[in-house]
């Protein structure tokens, strides 16, 4: 048994032993608390810098600004982060898996864009028939890009994968078609809007034509040269006045910056064609709409303030008559790419040789019925049970033009295009799936819930 004064002792260097348990867990605590801190500091340097250049400020006209300068730092930065990772296997893997074709004779296509609105469509459409599909986005601020990432979830579900990078990144385009056999390329990323031309002219040469340009450059290297399928616009008719528009008309009088720059295009694609073999179909869209569409478009933020009690301004001709467009419903659209992709002729050129002539198309993808802009809002007032507040006032000097109306004969002719939803029943869809994305409860849905409740 312990003596008393063992004891005594015993307890003493138990409580000695503590006391220098305490001091060196403080000293610890001290230590690993400032490493915490220092940690700390650093990552929220690096999210601030990070979320800054992501996600810049809203301008007043529902244009985030992509700004030169951010665009820019953006492309660095998603460079800087696919050199890194394009190294990794994972990142490698996921790609090749992503633009694997799961049927025979299936297609492999990269779709730049792939996160916009038609671009996410598209990759769906061929996804689900069995094509591979990469797709390639830079994830801009130009509009909300939450907006893009949900694309891109609804996209992963369905196993495409998005590569985050910038068309103007030629190393990243080479790397792309390095490691995969494109057959196909569906060129959907741009600067698009008309009016937006007038804040950030130089957003529409960088993507519109350097991009253009350098995708171009790395396809026509590119062995197998891929045939390239790709979105010019309605807007390049410009101030063309015959109706309804023809591509054989005139389209060398365009209103806006952005329809110089699709031109332009245009006449890029020519030379490519010419002097490389590359084959090229460019897809004149007349204003495209739909579910998961561009929050910088008349039909959505219309939707959107007309929820809010918000004031709209509905454009009228100077000449008194109402502005009108031929709204052409999304799935139209995709049926419309997937026909030029499936008859898309192979590129005849290989190492950056042209070995004979190459097919070289030109399309409208219209809905064939113009739709005065009060017209629409009519209908959206139907779907949403709400009254607009209008501010009818005359089309201001900003690009726009007073009217569109596809000629789809060639489109028809050649891929069976044949639009088949009118702008009602697009609207419909379109609100439906506005309603469910944003969460909101209209009127009609309310009272219908009413109506069902007391049944
Ligand atoms: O076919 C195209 O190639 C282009 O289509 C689309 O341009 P637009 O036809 O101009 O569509 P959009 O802006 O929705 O205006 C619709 C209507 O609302 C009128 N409009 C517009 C704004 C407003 O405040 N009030 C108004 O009346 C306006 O005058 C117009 O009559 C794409 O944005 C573009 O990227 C490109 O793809």
């Known amino acids: 048994m312990a003596s008393p004064s063992d004891n005594g002792k015993t307890a003493k260097l138990e409580r000695y032993n503590s006391y220098i348990r305490r001091v060196n ?18 990552l929220a340097l690096v999210l601030v810098f990070y979320f800054t250049l992501t ?30 990772s394009s190294t990794s296997p994972t990142w490698e893997k996921q790609a090749r898996h992503s633009s694997a074709p799961r049927r025979p004779n299936g297609l492999t296509v990269l779709v730049t864009g792939a996160a916009g609105f038609v671009g996410s469509h598209c990759s769906l459409a061929l996804r689900k028939r069995g094509d591979g599909v990469l797709g390639l986005d830079n994830f801009n601020g130009y509009y909300d890009p939450s907006l893009k990432r949900a694309r891109q979830a609804l996209l992963m579900k369905h196993q495409v994968f998005i590569v985050e990078g910038d068309l103007n990144d030629g190393a990243l385009l080479m790397k792309l078609f390095d490691i995969i056999p494109f057959s196909h390329v569906l060129h959907l990323a741009a600067q698009a809007g008309v009016r937006y031309a007038m804040h950030n002219p130089q957003s529409y040469v960088s993507s519109n034509i350097a991009g253009f340009v350098n995708l171009l450059e790395v396809a026509k290297n590119a062995n197998p040269q891929p045939a390239l399928v790709w979105a010019s616009s309605s807007s390049v008719y410009g101030l063309n006045t015959e109706n309804p528009f023809s591509e054989l008309h005139r389209t060398d009088q365009p209103a806006s910056l952005y329809a110089a720059t699709k031109k332009a295009g245009e006449e890029i694609a020519h030379t490519y064609n010419h002097i490389y073999g590359l084959s090229l179909t460019a897809l004149r869209f007349f204003t495209v709409y739909g579910p998961w569409g561009r929050p910088d478009m008349a039909y959505f933020f219309f939707t959107r303030d007309i929820l809010r009690g918000k004031a709209i301004d509905v454009y009228r001709n100077h000449d008194g008559k109402e502005v009108a467009r031929d709204f052409t419903y999304i799935d139209d659209v995709v049926k419309g790419c997937l026909g030029a992709l499936d008859t898309a002729q192979k590129s005849t050129g290989s190492g950056g040789k042209k070995r004979g002539p190459a097919q070289l198309r030109t399309y409208n993808l219209g809905n064939t019925s113009p739709v005065p802009v009060g017209k629409l809002v009519g209908i959206l007032e139907g779907l949403l049970s709400m009254k607009a507040q209008k501010h009818v006032i005359k089309m201001p000097r900003n690009g726009d033009v007073p009217f569109t109306h596809a000629n789809v004969s060639l489109a028809y002719r050649d891929f069976g295009y044949k639009p088949t939803t009118d702008l009602a029943a697009g609207l419909r869809k379109f609100v439906k799936w506005y309603v469910g994305y944003y969460g909101i409860q209209t009127r009609a849905k309310k009272e219908n819930s009413g109506e069902s409740s007391s049944n």
Do not use: D
């Open 25 to 42: 867990s403080t000293k610890l605590l001290n230590a690993s608390s400032k490493l915490v801190f220092r940690a700390a500091l650093l």
């Open 55 to 84: 996600y810049p400020p809203l301008s007043p006209e529902h244009h985030p600004s992509s700004g030169s300068h951010l665009f820019h730092h953006r492309n660095f930065l998603s460079s800087a982060f696919l050199l890194s």
